[in-house]
């Protein structure tokens, strides 16, 4: 089947993360039951036309889909029919001159500084396997910025605390180091006291579940959300709000934007620059706070006695 063919591909010759595979299959997989009317046993994407894609565009549309989502469904489609042309003979891209509308971009949700301090500063169980793990990965999160992805797969031999830092495998099997402080060290050295005493034969990643087994996605969210619920002001509570949260205090506390960008993995620059726009906006909304002039309220500037 030509688009297992190509998931493979994505995964395997391009590197691609589990995640992002995904994404693609779940996005061709939309467009083929749309375009087959549901009979997808007669999908066949070298038939496709600019106008089935565009009508496709539409009923998206129409259903409330955001024009960032649709832009992300197509560029899937794209890549798909691209590889096609490479490897099965399309002579043309039906979805390569489609036109897309610019969705406004929202800027990265992020958790307040004083919020993930009253989180991570409170006392746990620490004779407590999960507990202790749980809290880990939450202040790992934070501390470094890693992907949810990475931290998945982050090994046990890759982390040095010792040297304080550790090594992690991010989009297209980059390596990158990260340092960390002595914070994320001892909680580190806590959790491998207290696995190596609870749990028989973990696997080779650092994080395991009580049966020696790995972490998986959804239960990693679900870790972070019950830590954050009702605890902070965030729409959105996610590893990634915390990869967020790290890279816009980082920023804030004087970071060279060089640096956090290796930091996080980010191949350009422009991806790291999103957050300068949140630096800016925390700037003027403690400017307003703060300075007597600031804002005039009630017909007087500042607090008047």
Same mark, same amino acid.
């Given at each position: 089947?030509?688009?297992?063919?190509?998931?493979?591909?994505?995964?395997?010759?391009?590197?691609?993360?589990?995640?992002?595979?995904?994404?693609?299959?779940?996005?061709?997989?939309?467009?083929?039951?749309?375009?087959?009317?549901?009979?997808?046993?007669?999908?066949?994407?070298?038939?496709?036309?600019?106008?089935?894609?565009?009508?496709?565009?539409?009923? +998206?549309? &129409? #259903?409330?889909?955001?024009?960032?989502?649709?832009? =992300?469904?197509?560029?899937? $489609?794209?890549? /798909?029919? !691209?590889?096609?042309?490479?490897?099965?003979? +399309?002579? &043309? #891209?039906?979805?390569?001159?489609?036109?897309?509308? =610019?969705?406004?971009?929202? $800027?990265?949700? /992020?958790? !307040?500084?004083?919020?993930?301090?009253?989180? +991570?500063?409170?006392?746990?169980?620490?004779?407590?396997?999960?507990?202790?793990?749980?809290?880990?990965?939450?202040?790992?999160?934070?501390?470094?910025?890693?992907?949810?992805?990475?931290?998945?797969?982050?090994?046990?031999?890759?982390?040095?605390?010792?040297?304080?830092?550790?090594?992690?495998?991010?989009?297209?099997?980059?390596?990158?180091?990260?340092?960390?402080?002595?914070?994320?060290?001892?909680?580190?050295?806590?959790?491998?006291?207290?696995?190596?005493?609870?749990?028989?034969?973990?696997?080779?990643?650092?994080?395991?579940?009580?049966?020696?087994?790995?972490?998986?996605?959804?239960?990693?969210?679900?870790?972070?959300?019950?830590?954050?619920?009702?605890?902070?002001?965030?729409?959105?509570?996610?590893?990634?709000?915390?990869?967020?949260?790290?890279?816009?205090?980082?920023?804030?506390?004087?970071?060279?934007?060089?640096?956090?960008?290796?930091?996080?993995?980010?191949?350009?620059?422009?991806?790291?620059?999103?957050?300068?726009?949140?630096?800016?906006?925390?700037?003027?909304?403690?400017?307003?706070?703060?300075?007597?002039?600031?804002?005039?309220?009630?017909?007087?500037?500042?607090?008047?006695?």
């Amino acid at each position: 089947m030509l688009l297992n063919s190509f998931l493979t591909y994505i995964r395997c010759e391009l590197n691609l993360s589990a995640h992002t595979v995904l994404s693609y299959q779940n996005d061709i997989e939309q467009w083929r039951y749309f375009a087959t009317n549901g009979k997808i046993d007669e999908f066949h994407p070298i038939d496709a036309t600019q106008a089935d894609i565009r009508l496709w565009i539409s009923h +998206l549309a &129409s #259903n409330g889909i955001s024009a960032r989502s649709i832009k =992300r469904k197509v560029q899937s $489609l794209r890549a /798909f029919f !691209r590889y096609l042309m490479k490897q099965h003979g +399309l002579l &043309s #891209n039906p979805a390569a001159d489609i036109p897309l509308a =610019r969705g406004e971009k929202a $800027l990265p949700t /992020f958790i !307040r500084t004083n919020e993930i301090a009253d989180i +991570l500063d409170e006392e746990w169980d620490k004779t407590d396997f999960i507990a202790t793990r749980d809290r880990l990965i939450v202040l790992m999160f934070y501390s470094t910025g890693m992907r949810c992805s990475e931290l998945m797969e982050l090994l046990d031999c890759d982390i040095n605390t010792s040297k304080g830092e550790l090594k992690v495998l991010g989009k297209r099997n980059k390596e990158r180091i990260i340092p960390f402080g002595n914070e994320l060290s001892e909680i580190i050295t806590l959790y491998r006291q207290l696995r190596d005493k609870n749990v028989a034969q973990p696997a080779s990643q650092l994080f395991v579940r009580p049966n020696g087994e790995p972490l998986y996605r959804s239960l990693i969210y679900t870790i972070v959300r019950n830590t954050l619920a009702g605890r902070v002001n965030a729409s959105k509570q996610s590893p990634h709000v915390l990869r967020h949260s790290f890279a816009t205090d980082m920023l804030n506390n004087g970071a060279d934007i060089n640096a956090v960008q290796q930091l996080l993995g980010h191949q350009s620059l422009a991806s790291t620059q999103i957050y300068t726009h949140i630096t800016y906006r925390e700037l003027k909304h403690n400017y307003e706070l703060a300075h007597p002039r600031a804002l005039k309220k009630g017909g007087h500037y500042g607090n008047s006695n």
